[in-house]
T-cell receptor, first 113, second 113 residues
Framework: GENVEQHPSTLSVQEGDSAVIKCTYS??????FPWYKQELGKGPQLIID?????GEKKDQRIAVTLNKTAKHFSLHITETQPEDSAVYFC????????????FGTGTQLKVEL | KAGVTQTPRYLIKTRGQQVTLSCSPI?????VSWYQQTPGQGLQFLFE???????NKGNFPGRFSGRQFSNSRSEMNVSTLELGDSALYLC????????????FGPGTRLTVL
């Protein structure tokens, strides 16, 4: 089955700096890669996603890049703010055996003033 | 528009008991999926229901089961509870499936003593 690895597990940045979180996946047939933000006491919330026919997608301060050859995708947050502090999860949808959603292990992002 | 609601929010059970968790999806959403979140294993997919049928299933034992009603509301059941079943159980709904945005509920925190 699909395996998604996510790094780093914790990330601390100064306000205004950029943050990058990286994920790799194992199933070359995976075709959809969402990113979720989870704040304390809440369920995950989709912040951006990318499909396998696109190399990059941007939404204001957030961007995601996908390298299908290397089977990795990354989340980029620019001009970080304290409210960006949360746990971020990457995920991959693998169509094999029916669509299955596999999550990375999460990155605790802390934006310090 | 109301979000995904889950009841109860907190639950304490003892080993060997069974438990039923409930999820009400966003109106109009036909796909409901369930996830288990633990510090050690992260977010793991349990199963997905669509039009009252289980469409996808993760790698969990048969003690974990679910169902979906005609109004798309879903329940999951865990029988013969084990200590390791202590987790946050999240439900998510989407219009048609994983390739649509998943909206997560706040989760049910299950503690097994």
């Amino acid at each position: 089955g699909e395996n998604v690895e996510q790094h780093p597990s914790t990330l601390s940045v100064q306000e205004g700096d950029s943050a990058v979180i990286k994920c790799t996946y194992s199933d070359s047939a995976s075709n959809y890669f969402p990113w979720y933000k989870q704040e304390l006491g809440k369920g995950p919330q989709l912040i951006i996603d990318i499909r396998s026919n696109v190399g990059e997608k941007k939404d204001q301060r957030i961007a995601v890049t996908l390298n299908k050859t290397a089977k990795h995708f990354s989340l980029h947050i620019t001009e970080t703010q304290p409210e960006d502090s949360a746990v971020y999860f990457c995920a991959a949808i693998s169509p094999g055996g029916g669509n299955k959603l596999t999550f990375g292990t999460g990155t605790q992002l802390k934006v310090e003033l | 528009k109301a979000g995904v609601t889950q009841t109860p929010r907190y639950l304490i059970k003892t080993r060997g008991q069974q438990v039923t968790l409930s999820c009400s999806p966003i109106s109009g959403h036909r796909s409901v999926s369930w996830y288990q979140q633990t510090p050690g294993q992260g977010l793991q997919f349990l199963f997905e229901y669509f039009s009252e049928t289980q469409r996808n299933k993760g790698n969990f034992p048969g003690r974990f089961s679910g169902r979906q009603f005609s109004n798309s509301r879903s329940e999951m059941n865990v029988s013969t509870l084990e200590l390791g079943d202590s987790a946050l159980y999240l439900c998510a709904s989407s219009l048609e499936g994983f390739l649509d945005e998943q909206f997560f509920g706040p989760g049910t925190r299950l503690t097994v003593l």
